[in-house]
């Protein structure tokens, strides 16, 4: 089974002063930024599928909510 994991979050260290309504980043900057660690319970033999390039989202709004999704 395939799966859309979506996050949403508010930190306001990450709020914006621009004019644009969001900023999408590249999955990288989420490695220098604060994101939950969220565990699946009875998850234990459950996989990332890995292909050539990550298939995740990454998106901060100006209010400082940022989204984040992963299949």
């Not at 004019?19 to 900057?29: D, E, P």
Request: one cysteine or more; glycine letters at 4%.
């Amino acid at each position: 089974m395939d799966c859309y994991f979506r996050q949403l979050w508010v930190d306001k260290r990450l709020a914006l002063n621009v004019s644009m309504a969001n900023i999408s980043l590249n999955i990288k900057m989420l490695e220098r930024l604060w994101y939950p660690d969220t565990v699946f319970l009875n998850g234990g033999k459950s996989y990332v599928h890995m292909v050539p390039m990550p298939n995740k989202f990454f998106r901060i709004h100006k209010d400082g909510t940022v989204l984040y999704s992963q299949r």
